[in-house]
């Protein structure tokens, strides 16, 4: 029987609407002046950001991804996130990337702090919604020394996280051991860095329903994914202003993982405007070069 875990209130009028194709005009001008110079290309971690804002302000108005506009938000999304990475691996030279429908040579700008785990991991995300698998490979092929942050910003297990989907899509050995030590680091207990609330809600979830797709869990999955996405909702609904914010618009990570368990043949026995219907069952896929 398919459960269905119902979206915490988002204002989807007119407003909404506007304030998406506002967004989306704002992020098209900023792309385009990205090839412009070393100083526009090393604005791409913002126009990054610009850009998961656009795909969740589309998906505030269009919940199931039904319309060609939210799959180019999240496609741009994808190749922004891309790019950061691109961009950031030389410090001389320019490398071409498709972004908005078009390939821009960009100038290498060097490193950049925007370019951790953290941000790697949405690009991941990202990548992975929109099943671009030569994305996904060069994202894992970033050594993972590259994507540390100053200690602080991070817990470790972000890193054994990463670890663990890099091993995982490269086809590397360990990848039991890597798990294991990211469910080890994840642990409240262990983990000092991110807020409880944001641990329990949002950063754990993920690694709970890798840990049942690799298993190939047909049993266990959905109800993982359903109690990913209540606490997604929980998180997202502990005050009013977490409850206003359009961050919480789609459950990027669980929908991340059951895209990998919806191609794997795992039944998917949920539905939620968190996890927009055609994101999850690729509907758009093949529309236009990504």
């Not at 119902?6 to 385009?32: M, N, T, V, Y």
């Not at 368990?261 to 236009?288: C, M, N, T």
Request: negative net charge; proline residues 6%.
């Amino acid at each position: 029987m398919t459960v269905d875990i119902s979206r915490h209130h988002l204002s989807a009028g007119p407003d909404a609407e506007q304030f998406a194709e506002r967004l989306s005009a704002h992020l098209a001008e900023g792309i385009d002046g990205l090839e412009d110079s070393v100083g526009g290309a090393s604005l791409v971690d913002s126009h990054f950001d610009t850009g998961l804002l656009v795909l969740r302000a589309r998906c505030v108005v269009d919940p199931r991804a039904a319309t060609l506009e939210t799959w180019e938000a999240a496609v741009n999304a994808m190749q922004l996130g891309s790019a950061l990475f691109a961009v950031t691996e030389a410090s001389e030279g320019s490398v071409e990337c498709r972004i908005n429908r078009k390939v821009r040579t960009l100038p290498a700008v060097g490193s950049l702090p925007t370019a951790d785990a953290g941000n790697w991991l949405t690009a991941f995300w990202l990548a992975v919604i929109c099943r671009d698998q030569r994305r996904m490979t060069q994202l894992c092929e970033i050594p993972l020394e590259r994507l540390r942050a100053p200690e602080g910003q991070y817990d470790e297990y972000i890193y054994h996280w990463v670890d663990t989907l890099q091993t995982y899509w490269l086809r590397r050995p360990g990848l039991v051991e890597k798990l294991t030590a990211t469910f080890q680091a994840s642990d409240p207990a262990v983990a000092r860095v991110a807020p409880r609330d944001l641990l329990d809600g949002l950063l754990y979830p993920p690694i709970n329903l890798f840990y049942r797709f690799v298993r190939k869990d047909e049993e266990g999955f959905s109800p993982a994914l359903v109690e990913a996405l209540k606490l997604h909702r929980t998180y997202w609904t502990l005050n009013e202003d977490r409850e206003a914010d359009i961050d919480g618009s789609i459950a990027l990570g669980p929908l991340a993982i059951a895209c990998l368990a919806y191609d794997g043949k795992l039944p998917i026995e949920v539905e939620s405007e968190y996890l927009p219907k055609h994101l999850l069952q690729r509907g758009w896929l093949g529309e236009f070069p990504t």
